[in-house]
Structure formats: C-alpha cells, structure tokens
C-alpha cells in the first residue's frame, strides 16, 4: 500500500509566487505559467496566468498554457476547469489549494470530540508475503489478537482476463484461512481480505484491470461471482479494494475512472446484499490532493462502511526527483501535513467516524550526505542501508528500527509537532518512526477530530511480543494483546464466525459455506 507522495497543494502555492515573479523570454520559458507582459505595454516578461498573460498580444511563450481553475471570467481557453475537485478554493492567480493565500478568509469548520473515538476500529493489514523475509517473520498464527478488530489480509489479485478472483502469488494462497481461523481466539474480530496494491497497478498485466472492470458492467459480473464465492469460502467477512489510483494515467487510470468508481462500489454493494452474507466494504484514499482529487468521495462516502486514509508515506526517496520538494529527509508521517489531508475530507462533508487514521509499524529511511546536517530538512544521498529482515534500502520495519536503538549509540529525537521520532545512528543513517509517545500523539490527534478507528501498515512488521500494537493499544486505554498457542487446535472455515467444535451448536462441513455471517 505504498502511496508516492507529492505536496501538490505546497507545489502549486510555490508555483502561484512563481508564476507572478519569476522572469522569462522566449529562450528562457515559464516552468508554471505563460511567459507575458501581464497586460502592460513592455519588454519585461514574467510569468503567469490567465487573459493578461496568456492573451493574444500579451503572451509571447507557453502561451497554451491553463490555469487549473477559473477565479472568474477566463473561460475555458485559460482555466482547465471552472472550479477545484473536492471543494478546494481557487485562488486569484487560477490555482487549487487550502491555505490562506487560496482561500481568503474563507475556513471549513473541523469536527471536535473530547471523546475515545479513534479506539472503536483497529484494522491491521497482514502482508501475505510476510513469511518470505529473511528474518522477523510472522506467520497468521502468531499475530497479537485482542486489540485489532479487524485484519485485512493484503493481497488478492485479481486476473486481467478472466476478472475473477486469483492469488497475488505462489504462496500467499495458503494463508488465507490460517488468518480467518484467527476468530476462535478473538471473539468479534472480523477478517477481510484487501484487494488490489500499489503493485497491482505498476505497469504490467494488470496495469489498467481496475479501470476496465469499474467500466465495465460485465466483467464486473465475473467479479462479483468471483469475489462472494472466495470470501464465503474461505471466512472472509468483508472486502477492502485498494486502487492505487483512479484517473491517474500513469497508475492505469483513465477520465472515466471519477464517475465508474462509485458506480462500481455501488453494483458490488447491491451484489454483497444480494447474496445472503452480511460482507463488509471499505476504500483506501490517499492523502494527497493530487490523487484524492480523482475520488467522488461525496459519491463513494454512503455506499462504504468506512474509509482507509492512508497518512504514511508522506515522504521518501521519491522526492529527490519532486522539484518542490527535492532530496532532502522529511518523516515520512506528520500530523501538521495529516490534517491537511483531513481538510480535503471536511470540505466534503465526510462523517470522521467513517475514517480510519493510517499508522506505519516502520520507518522511511535516508543516507544523509553530511554527517553534521542530520535533522529533518537536510539533504540526503539516497536510501538507507537496508535492515537484515526487510532487505530493501529506505525502509526498516518497527521491530528492526528497535533493533538499532537497543544496540546502542543512536540518537533519538521526538518533533512533537510533526508527532514523529527522528533516529541518526552510524553518522549519516536517518529514520522516522513512531513509538509509544509519537502513537500516543497520534491518538489524542485521532480523538479529537472525531475519527472511527485507525488502519496499521503492517501486522507483521510488528515484533512476535506486540510492542508496537501494545504501545497502542495503552495510548487508547485499552489492555494488550495476547498471542494464542494453535498448535493443537482444530479450525471449521465457513463465511461465519469460526467457533471451536466444541462450541458448535450444529455441524459445519469444513471448506463450505455456513450459513449466513451474523447468523
């Protein structure tokens, strides 16, 4: 569930002072705007936007170039748009954003709450590949149950022929029911299985599948077939779609994405209820603007039961190629950038009891270029060297990033604002993560803007003791969790709750379907 994150609303607010400022001729063009005398008779060009620069006359490079909204009266030959998508304010120089300098005066009211909100949905994703990793591995048996009240398992794919239902790879296929089993020992947990993944929509194969299917109403059928079958059978109470993004071309989306996406949650919405299973449905969003503008969210908001936001990853080693922002470290989680995403979702209405705050049990990681410039800001080289479990340069789960502090000689330093820790070690490594402290922040954050519960990405990068999840799960007030012996039990699958035989008020034939959920 990886989100490649760009503060457009922070890009396009250092474009608009560029734009009005920044000098051009015909050798040397405007990166935002048209090159234009802004309506006065002179040889000084600067850049900008609308009528008096982009004008007959007034323009003499970029001059194609349009605003993305209308601040009002340039028409469709210099603004993309009339408006901004989600309620966003358009300011004066044709840009879309939620600051003062879009927005005036105007604010958008935010829900309070003094209340414990956020510890009503504890959703944690399982990566099915979890058992793959060098070290540190968790198999569903040995997850911490108690505090999680629900587990997605991540991923399903689905066949970008066929449209039905088909394991991400080889292995993952086996776990499914070890997962649902999980049940018996935890009285009202509910398991969904996650469809989709930022990988599902790289290029490849199933590069476009989820724009093809949201279009098209009869490979929607073999879907649903598909899908209903595959939860029942397997225990599955509900289905989480992770589409990584709609519209966005270069994710495999298309323009028709924005209008076929709430009428497929609709279709597939109708068919659940239709099949006599009481299964669940849930959304990822992102947090940027620039991808949640692509999400009806108004239109999608009633037909889900709750909505996955995903507020990590909002930095990485991808922004050295962001020309706003560059290769410097930034935590790849912070509640200053977190309640702007929040915004887009208040401009819109959205009841904040639907959303689930994202949580990372890991870290985004740097090499740092200069072993004396070692705080948020300063710049990097590249990723840091990669953890003994994870393998991968730029990301160390919780459990490795602990690893590290308990060796000794790390730094550790707490940005109360950001609600992150900072860790150096080895003079030039960097991570952000969140412990005890920083998940406490994050709670008190949740609480007080009223939200349902928070998503975990992932289970498994958790240690076997729960650290994390424990860490948690006091912020919230409630008792830790408690990993359960299975080693001798006998688990009965069916699309109801899992109970131990001895339990069973009737017989259940293992591996078909029993009965209705809720039942």
Same mark, same amino acid.
């Given at each position: ?25 015909? /050798?040397? @063009?405007?990166? %935002?705007? =048209?090159?234009?005398? *802004?309506?006065?008779? #002179?040889? &000084?060009?600067? +850049? $900008? ?33 009339? /408006?901004? @998508?989600?309620? %966003?304010? =358009?300011?004066?120089? *044709?840009?879309?954003? #939620?600051? &003062?300098?879009? +927005? $005036? ?33 968790? /198999? ?15 991923? &399903? ?363």
């Amino acid at each position: 569930m990886k989100v490649w994150f760009s503060i457009v609303v922070g890009a396009i607010l250092a474009s608009t002072a560029l734009a009005q400022t920044t000098t051009c001729s015909q /050798t040397n @063009p405007c990166k %935002v705007g =048209c090159c234009g005398n *802004g309506g006065i008779s #002179t040889n &000084a060009f600067i +850049c $900008g936007t609308g009528p008096t620069f982009c004008g007959p006359g007034n323009c003499t490079t970029n001059c194609d170039y349009k605003a993305e909204c209308d601040p009002g009266g340039w028409g469709s030959t210099y603004a993309e748009a009339t /408006t901004c @998508p989600l309620n %966003v304010c =358009c300011s004066p120089f *044709g840009f879309c954003g #939620t600051t &003062a300098e879009f +927005c $005036g005066g105007h604010t958008v009211p935010e829900p309070h709450c003094t209340g414990n909100s956020i510890a009503g949905r504890i959703v944690g994703y399982y990566e099915g590949w979890s058992t793959t990793k060098s070290c540190q591995t968790m /198999t569903p048996d040995q997850i911490p149950l108690g505090v999680y009240t629900h587990l997605n398992f991540a991923f &399903a794919s689905i066949d970008p022929n066929t449209f039905r239902i088909v394991d991400e790879d080889a292995t993952s296929g086996k776990f499914y029911t070890q997962l649902t089993a999980l049940k018996v020992k935890s009285p009202g947990l509910q398991v969904w299985i996650s469809v989709g993944g930022w990988s599902f929509n790289d290029p490849g194969p199933t590069f476009n599948t989820f724009s093809t299917l949201a279009g098209n109403v009869f490979a929607q059928a073999e879907f649903f077939a598909s899908l209903i079958s595959f939860m029942a059978t397997n225990g599955f109470d509900g289905v989480d779609l992770d589409w990584e993004y709609p519209v966005a071309p270069e994710r495999g989306g298309s323009p028709a994405d924005l209008a076929n996406y709430p009428s497929f949650l609709r279709n597939l919405r109708n068919a659940m209820n239709q099949s006599g299973y009481k299964f669940g449905l849930s959304i990822t969003l992102p947090s940027s603007y620039w991808y949640m503008r692509n999400f009806d969210i108004v239109a999608i908001d009633p037909i889900v039961d709750f909505l996955n936001i995903m507020t990590y990853d909002l930095h990485g080693t991808w922004d050295g190629t962001d020309p706003f922002i560059g290769a410097v470290a930034l935590a790849h989680t912070n509640l200053t950038e977190i309640q702007e995403s929040l915004d887009l979702l208040w401009r819109n209405n959205i009841n904040p009891s639907k959303v689930n705050l994202g949580i990372g049990f890991y870290g985004r990681s740097f090499t740092m270029s200069n072993p004396n410039c070692l705080s948020a800001g300063c710049p990097f080289s590249g990723g840091a060297n990669p953890g003994p479990c994870t393998q991968s340069s730029g990301i160390l789960s919780a459990e490795e990033i602990r690893d590290i502090v308990a060796a000794g000689g790390a730094t550790q330093t707490l940005d109360p604002v950001a609600g992150v820790e900072i860790i150096t070690w080895d003079s030039n490594q960097w991570v952000s993560y969140d412990d005890e402290t920083t998940l406490g922040l994050k709670v008190d954050f949740g609480n007080k803007f009223c939200l349902g519960g928070m998503l975990i990405w992932a289970v498994d990068l958790d240690d076997l003791n729960g650290t994390s999840i424990n860490a948690l799960a006091s912020a919230m007030g409630k008792p830790p969790s408690t990993v359960y012996d299975f080693k001798n039990f006998k688990f009965h699958y069916g699309a109801e709750r899992i109970l131990p035989p001895s339990s069973k008020k009737r017989s259940v034939i293992p591996g078909r379907f029993a009965g209705r959920i809720g039942a």
